[in-house]
């Protein structure tokens, strides 16, 4: 299991003014020669990799970095890091953009595919109406069209008695609407195209300090001068001189003196820079005790320093540190079983199961994000899990949560539904695993992720029926399954194996595959039932597409044929 990595800052502002430090100015130099030098790098090191070209092409980092500003290996290390970091990042982004673009292309080659679909009917619909105006005689759109015509009035499926010349200017209004709507969708796919094409070939540099910010100054009522001021600040403010496990105070920039509780730096011009009565506002005793270990034991402790401004303009330094803070103790295994969720956008599902994969209890904590803030939502989220992690702890196991990606639903939002948009951008997951996470270090248990392909699937359509849970429990469960390693429960039901063609795939993930395509438009309350068609048994063909269609073609839908 990873670490849990946390920054942590000190309990205290320290005032350039005030006696609790001392060398502050050589500091506030050395973070700004520091972003000076990591901004310079930053552009050899994206010319280098993305270019081909510039001075680090034929030499490394540490020597272009000590040649040209003659700082010693310990920050050269340092400004690598912080440079290499941007640009690896930046990169990332990139990547995680292009898939979202190509996401949204894949979207909209879809709503053009159906909105030419929509107004080849319309038209056909059009041309069948036209025909019996003039001959009498009524042609069928389309083989599933059941529009029908009696005289001068048209009946729709719905049994709707429309006239005729009305339901024609529908129609038209309909061509016109759909030819308009195909018209912005193939624009818009052409423009998603482009930007694709461009983002692949060129990759644009960081404005280091805000890129809208920068723009600002093009703004007609901004002063130069203050702007100048701003954007220096913002590109200045901040420095993380990251560890070394093999130096005994865990950094060799930056020592902290257990007797005198101070915190010394070493600037970059020889001088030190102390800050006096040096503790963390939290998590003070986990620090002091990575300075009384064994060498094999010793981890590496980052330091970071931040300049700030009071609202009397006076300036202090906000130091923190970032260390790793591993969960011991009894709840780290499966041996004892396992507490499982399914995190939702309204709720959590919990599922506690035990040491051979039996379910012993489930469980849902329901929130309402709608309308909070940010802070707001921080705060409930925090207090739902906290109800989460003493459970854990009460039951003495570890936690298993689906390792999600939100890129590529939320990349989609822009021909989703009102309600499906609301719900997927309100989908807090990566505020819900950092405070699980934080639950699972003060309350002593393990989190474990797992990949999230078919626990939905899996827990619909077998275990949600035989247990009587609600989709979401019964996917927390097969989630706590999963995390298990328990397959054996986790195989496709044995009627669902025998609709199986002789050629499918041995694979598990492939067999579900299978299975959730041909059920993919039954709804998800019809699991619940177990309808058979009476001459089911006596069927030669029982693939699963036949089922699926026997299925969507009843009001009552069902799950699968069963042997009782």
Excluded at 45 to 61: A, C, I, N
Excluded at 97 to 115: E, P, W, Y
Aim: proline residues 3%; charged residues 30%; contains cysteine.
């Amino acid at each position: 299991m990873e670490p849990y990595i946390l920054t942590i800052n000190a309990d205290k502002r320290y005032y350039l003014s005030e006696d609790n430090l001392e060398g502050g100015k050589d500091l506030i130099e050395t973070i700004g020669l520091f972003n000076d030098y990591k901004m310079d790098l930053y552009n050899q090191l994206f010319d280098s990799r993305f270019h081909s070209k510039g001075p680090l092409v034929g030499q490394t980092y540490s020597r272009y970095l000590k040649g040209k500003y003659s700082v010693n290996d310990y920050y050269a290390c340092a400004i690598y890091g912080a440079a290499s970091g941007a640009v690896s990042s930046q990169w990332e982004r990139n990547v995680m953009n292009i898939r979202s673009l190509n996401d949204q292309i894949k979207v909209k080659q879809g709503k053009i595919a159906s909105a030419q679909k929509d107004l080849d009917k319309k038209r056909q619909i059009k041309a069948s109406i036209v025909t019996y105006v003039k001959t009498g005689k009524w042609n069928k759109p389309y083989p599933q069209c059941k529009l029908k015509v009696s005289g001068k009035t048209i009946v729709t499926y719905q049994k709707k008695k429309i006239p005729l010349d009305c339901f024609e200017r529908t129609i038209e209004a309909d061509i016109r609407f759909l030819k308009k709507k195909l018209s912005n969708l193939k624009f818009g796919l052409d423009r998603s195209k482009k930007k694709l094409e461009k983002m692949a070939k060129k990759l644009k540099k960081i404005v280091f300090g805000s890129r809208v910010f920068y723009s600002k100054k093009d703004q007609p009522d901004t002063d130069i001068k203050q702007w100048k001021k701003e954007f220096n600040e913002r590109r200045h403010h901040s420095m993380s001189l990251p560890g070394r496990h093999t130096s005994k105070v865990g950094n060799f920039l930056a020592a902290y003196d257990l007797k005198e509780r101070t915190l010394t730096i070493r600037c970059m011009n020889g001088r030190k820079c102390v800050f006096k009565d040096f503790q963390l506002v939290r998590y003070q005793d986990v620090f002091l005790s990575k300075f009384d270990v064994s060498p094999k034991e010793r981890e590496s402790i980052c330091y970071n320093f931040k300049i700030e401004k009071d609202e009397y303009g006076r300036t202090y330094i906000i130091p923190s540190v970032t260390m790793s803070l591993p969960v011991e103790g009894q709840n780290c295994g499966f041996s004892n079983g396992c507490v499982s969720v399914d995190l939702n956008v309204d709720h959590v599902a919990v599922s506690n199961i035990d040491a051979r994969g039996y379910r012993l209890e489930s469980f849902t904590v329901p929130f309402d994000l709608k309308g909070k803030t940010s802070g707001q939502i921080s705060d409930i989220l925090g207090r739902k899990m906290s109800i989460i992690g003493a459970y854990c702890e009460k039951v003495k196991k570890c936690l298993v949560i689906e390792d999600l990606d939100t890129t590529g639903s939320k990349s989609r939002l822009q021909y989703g539904s009102k309600l499906r948009n609301r719900k997927i951008s309100s989908f807090a997951y990566k505020k819900m695993t950092e405070s699980i996470r934080a639950q699972g270090y003060k309350r002593n248990f393990a989190v474990y992720k797992v990949p999230p392909e078919y626990t939905s699937q899996i827990g619909k359509m077998r275990y949600m029926r035989q247990m009587g849970l609600s989709i979401h429990e019964a996917a927390s469960y097969v989630i706590g399954l999963v995390g298990m390693g328990k397959t054996e429960l986790l195989g496709l039901p044995l009627e669902l194996e025998e609709l199986l063609p002789e050629s499918a795939p041995q694979d598990l993930k492939k067999r579900w595959a299978m299975v959730s395509r041909a059920f993919k438009n039954i709804r998800t309350h019809a699991f619940y039932q177990r309808v058979i068609p009476a001459d089911w048994s006596g069927r030669k063909k029982k693939g699963l597409k036949n089922y699926a269609a026997i299925l969507k073609e009843k009001d009552d839908l069902s799950l699968i044929p069963s042997k009782a």
